[in-house]
């Protein structure tokens, strides 16, 4: 009894020094989104309703939330699910879940790691749940108040330390500004945005220059990158951060121009 009492409380010591987890939830109900903060003692949580339109890249267009299960059953599952949550809320989940039924934080929890679940039920009795539900603005656009709230509540809030600067290489118009915009909301910190017009990327590349940060950030590049597999590449002859060339394949593979609506 004692020994398990130690293995427990280890166990409790060692998720509590964690930094964030970001889950996400999505069924004909909706999606819920979770994010628990160990530093800040706190869960953010919100409902997207099944009713919202998000956008599907790759042309599919605007979808109800509630058919995204649709979607990703047509289209490979997790990974139009990871590039469905980052370009619609900007975010990187730790993990995406597929329920019939919706779920409550306690049943997210459960579902995802029952490591983590017994110790939410040791630790969680004294932290602040904020909970939110996202819809449409009366001008039509979606989740008109995002930025506030990914800000204060569902990312991470040590991401932003190396400086990323975002370059169109397509004829696209606003490509850039429109990938700017979810690097921020992933809680980076974009400190310029340019069109450069068609060049050699055909895809897109990534370069970056950590000298002096210890590196500290690779593993979130790396992170983003999975989304799309740009050319990656470690370049001390450009200014400390990191560049990211958009190229002609990106803007293929997106369909970018399904995302202006016409409703």
């Known amino acids: 009894m004692g020994i398990m009492a130690l293995v427990f409380g280890t166990m409790v010591k060692s998720i509590g020094q964690e930094k964030e987890w970001l889950v996400v939830v999505y069924g004909n109900w ?29 042309g599919w267009g605007w979808y109800e939330t509630g058919n995204l299960e ?7 599952g997790k990974n139009i699910m990871d590039k469905v949550i980052f370009y619609n809320f900007g975010l990187l989940p730790d993990k995406i ?10 049943q997210v929890w459960r579902k995802w790691s ?3 679940w017994l110790w939410w039920k040791w630790e969680g009795s004294s932290w602040i749940i904020r909970e939110d539900e996202l819809g449409l603005a009366e001008t039509g656009e979606i989740f008109n108040n995002w930025d506030k709230q990914v800000i204060t509540g569902y ?35 974009v ?7 068609p060049g050699e990327t055909k895809l897109c590349q990534i370069k970056y220059n950590l000298e002096g940060t210890g590196n500290n ?6 992170k983003v990158n999975q989304l799309w597999n740009c050319e990656l590449k470690k370049d001390l002859k450009i200014k400390m951060g990191v560049e990211m060339v958009i190229g002609r394949g990106m803007a293929d593979l997106l369909k970018y121009s ?3 609506r016409t409703f």
């Open 97 to 106: 879940i597929n329920s019939k039924e919706e779920l409550s934080v306690d």
């Open 217 to 222: 950030y690779l593993s979130q590049i790396n």
């Open 155 to 189: 990312t991470p809030i040590d991401r932003g330390g190396v400086e990323w600067r975002v370059y169109n290489g397509t004829e696209q118009k606003g490509l850039g500004s429109f990938m700017a915009q979810r690097l921020v909301w992933a809680g980076m910190w």
């Open 191 to 197: 400190s310029n945005v340019a069109n450069i017009g």
């Open 30 to 58: 909706g999606m819920r989104v979770v994010n628990w903060s160990p530093k800040r003692k706190m869960v953010a949580t919100a409902i997207v309703p099944k009713q919202v339109p998000i956008w599907v890249p790759g």
């Open 114 to 116: 029952k490591g983590r």
């Open 70 to 76: 649709k979607v990703a059953q047509l289209d490979g």
């Open 258 to 260: 399904s995302y202006v």
